[in-house]
Structure formats: C-alpha cells, structure tokens
C-alpha cells in the first residue's frame, strides 16, 4: 500500500451516526476509510453489511479509552498510509434517563469516553494529520443548553479568551470532583454528565484550532458539532433524524475543501456555525 493513500478514520463507527459516516465517506472520500469499533465482532458485522451495499470500508479494532489501543492505530496508520487525512472523533456514550447508577459513576464512566478518551485518540493521532486534514469533533446542543444552566463563573471561564487545554481538562476534572463529593449544585454544575462532557469536547475543539493554526502543516481544519436528534441506540431511537441524515454535517465538515477559511475551531449545526450557548 502506498505511503501517500489518503485516509479517513472514524471512532465508534460499527453503528449509529458513525457507521452513516463511514458510509458517506465510502462514497464521497477519495482514499481509505477505516471503520472501527472497540468490539471486533460488532466491527466485523458492521463492515459484512456495508460491504453487501458494494462498498469496502477497512475495519481496525480501537478503543478510544485504552492507550495502547489509540497506539496501535497510529502505527497502523504510521505503516501503511504515512499520515492521516480525516479523523472523526464520533465515538460516546450517554446513560439512560432511567439508570440506576449513582452519578458519580456516571460522570466518572461518561467523561472517560467523551472528553479524556476522544482528548487521548486527538493526542495520539494528530502528529499523524497531513496537511489539508480534517478533524470533526461530534459534540451535541446538549452542551449548549447544558451550558447556559451552568454559573455565569462557570460560563465565564468556558469563554476564557485565554482558553487552553490545560484549563478544559482542570473544568472537567471539576466536575467529576464535584460529582463524586455530591455538592454539584454549590459549585454550580448540573448534574448532567453527557452535556458536560460535550462542553469540554466544543471547548477543546477551539482550543486545538488555536494550536494547529501555529503548526508548521497548513491548513489543518478541526471544527466540533451537533448532528442533530438521531434515532440511534443512544437515544432509545427517539430522535426524528435517520443515521444518514445525522451524517450529513460531520460529512459536511469532513470534506470541506483544501484552503477552508470557515468553518474553523468553530461548533456548526445543520452546517451553519452556532454559538457554544
């Protein structure tokens, strides 16, 4: 395989928006795209069905949470195409409204994958992003609204114009401290560990736009957004969208053109660019 093949990864994709993904990009990208799942199973038979529609997607197993699962796909990726042309950091997980875990193993379990395992998978992957490559981060409104019910001192440290990686990591870190002692409201969170997970996913998303826009690669484009309300597991299959419909943005975003000047580090619904909160 060549060195120079492009090619487009994306997290948590044997179902659900991911797999539309992958789907869209089998017919819209012009190099590889890699499928992957943390279950080698369900990748599989995710990759059976797409192929039985005539297209040829490339399974790898990772596991967004697991260090030397992320490794293990950049030296992939390392070997066999030199570099990394799109990355899609869909992968996530939500508990169910009725769930009767305590929240703070909610919060603990939802931010390991949200925000520290898709924060990880960037770390890993972007010394591999070529020039020209783009990076969607699948965040959700429910940051936005989830946001807006957080303390205006809180809002004000989300809009720090002094904003850095550090800072997003100590919030959540915060929170999940909060969540654990039980005085969430005091410190002024809601106790909604999904929305707050994707707050630090749109606010780390800004953050790594100021810190490619410095980076010797032109043009390397990283943009978080909201793919609507899917009917996929997660939702218990109540949203009114279909996966293909959920797909259209992150495609959108993942085939923006060589040179885009917007959107970029910006958080984007139905393919328009829409305030944090």
Same mark, same amino acid.
């Given at each position: 395989?060549?060195?120079?093949?492009?090619?487009?990864? *994306?997290?948590?994709?044997?179902?659900?928006?991911?797999?539309?993904?992958?789907?869209?990009?089998?017919?819209?990208?012009?190099?590889?795209?890699?499928?992957?799942?943390?279950? +080698?199973?369900?990748?599989?038979?995710? @990759?059976?069905? $797409?192929?039985?529609?005539? $297209?040829?997607?490339?399974?790898?197993?990772?596991?967004?949470? #697991?260090?030397?699962?992320?490794?293990?796909?950049?030296?992939?990726?390392?070997?066999?195409?030199?570099?990394?042309?799109v990355l *899609?950091?869909?992968?996530?997980?939500?508990?169910?409204?009725?769930? /009767?875990?305590?929240?703070?193993?909610?919060? !603990?379990?939802?931010?390991?994958?949200?925000?520290?395992?898709?924060?990880?998978?960037?770390? *890993? $992957?972007?010394?591999?992003?070529?020039?020209? %490559?783009? !990076?969607?981060?699948?965040?959700?409104? $429910?940051?936005?609204?989830?946001?807006?019910?957080? /303390?205006?001192?809180?809002q004000k440290?989300?809009?720090?114009?002094?904003?850095?990686l550090a800072?997003? +990591?100590? @919030?959540?870190?915060?929170? !999940?401290?909060?969540?654990?002692?039980?005085?969430?409201?005091?410190?002024?969170?809601?106790?909604?560990?999904?929305? !707050?997970?994707?707050?630090?996913?749109? @606010?780390?998303?800004?953050?790594?736009?100021?810190?490619?826009?410095?980076?010797?690669?032109?043009?390397?484009?990283?943009?978080?957004?909201?793919?609507?309300?899917? %009917?996929?597991?997660?939702?218990?299959?109540?949203?009114?969208?279909?996966?293909?419909?959920?797909? #259209? /943005?992150?495609?959108? @975003?993942?085939?923006?053109?060589?040179? /885009?000047?917007?959107?970029?580090?910006?958080?984007?619904?139905?393919?328009?660019?829409?305030?944090?909160?």
């Amino acid at each position: 395989m060549s060195g120079s093949k492009r090619v487009a990864v *994306v997290t948590g994709s044997n179902k659900g928006i991911g797999y539309a993904i992958v789907r869209g990009l089998c017919k819209q990208f012009q190099g590889d795209v890699i499928l992957t799942a943390r279950n +080698e199973a369900n990748g599989k038979a995710a @990759l059976k069905k $797409l192929n039985a529609e005539g $297209l040829k997607p490339v399974f790898h197993q990772l596991d967004i949470t #697991d260090v030397a699962s992320v490794q293990r796909m950049r030296d992939f990726l390392h070997k066999n195409y030199g570099g990394l042309d799109v990355l *899609v950091n869909n992968a996530a997980i939500a508990y169910k409204s009725a769930a /009767t875990e305590p929240f703070s193993e909610q919060a !603990v379990v939802t931010m390991a994958t949200n925000f520290w395992g898709t924060l990880n998978a960037c770390n *890993v $992957l972007f010394p591999l992003l070529r020039p020209h %490559a783009r !990076v969607i981060n699948v965040s959700s409104r $429910l940051g936005s609204s989830t946001a807006s019910r957080c /303390t205006q001192e809180l809002q004000k440290r989300f809009l720090d114009t002094e904003l850095s990686l550090a800072k997003v +990591e100590q @919030l959540m870190k915060e929170f !999940v401290a909060s969540a654990k002692a039980g005085n969430l409201k005091a410190k002024g969170w809601p106790e909604q560990a999904y929305g !707050v997970s994707k707050i630090g996913v749109t @606010l780390m998303t800004i953050v790594q736009q100021r810190q490619l826009n410095a980076d010797k690669r032109p043009d390397i484009v990283v943009n978080s957004c909201c793919p609507g309300y899917v %009917a996929t597991d997660m939702t218990s299959h109540m949203g009114q969208k279909t996966i293909d419909e959920g797909a #259209d /943005t992150p495609l959108y @975003l993942a085939l923006l053109p060589p040179n /885009t000047a917007s959107p970029k580090g910006e958080f984007v619904c139905e393919r328009k660019i829409t305030k944090i909160f």
